[in-house]
């Protein structure tokens, strides 16, 4: 059975950082690509960042530069790491083994101006 858990998340000021971390079990992440996806009240899921199975990376325009995503194979764990972050990263962040239907449940970050 597969499981993704995500934490991490909190309510920091505008222009602080967080980490975010997805631990699995069930899955070896090394070997898929994975990716983290946010949603803000009243909007789309949206794609935030992807890391192949080979260490490449990709960012949405939104985040690229302030955003880092990571992972640590030997702790089964892919990180977000969020820095200068802005009231309008506000969202629900999730975890996702890449075109997959396994996500975790999600964890909240607010950023207040």
């Known amino acids: 059975q597969v499981q993704l858990v995500e934490s991490g998340g909190g309510l920091v000021q505008a222009g602080g950082s967080l980490r975010l971390s997805c631990a699995a079990s069930?899955?070896?992440?090394?070997?898929?690509?994975m990716a983290w996806y946010r949603q803000a009240p009243g909007k789309q899921r949206e794609l935030v960042a992807v890391?192949?199975?080979?260490?490449?990376?990709n960012y949405a325009d939104s985040v690229k530069g302030r955003f880092t995503i990571s992972r640590d194979n030997a702790k089964n764990t892919v990180y977000l790491q969020m820095n200068s972050l802005k009231p309008e990263d506000t969202a629900v962040y999730y975890c996702n083994v890449r075109l997959s239907t396994y996500w975790g449940q999600g964890t909240q970050v607010t950023v207040s101006s």
């Open positions: 890391i192949g199975s080979g260490g490449s990376t």
């Open positions: 069930g899955i070896a992440l090394g070997i898929n690509a």
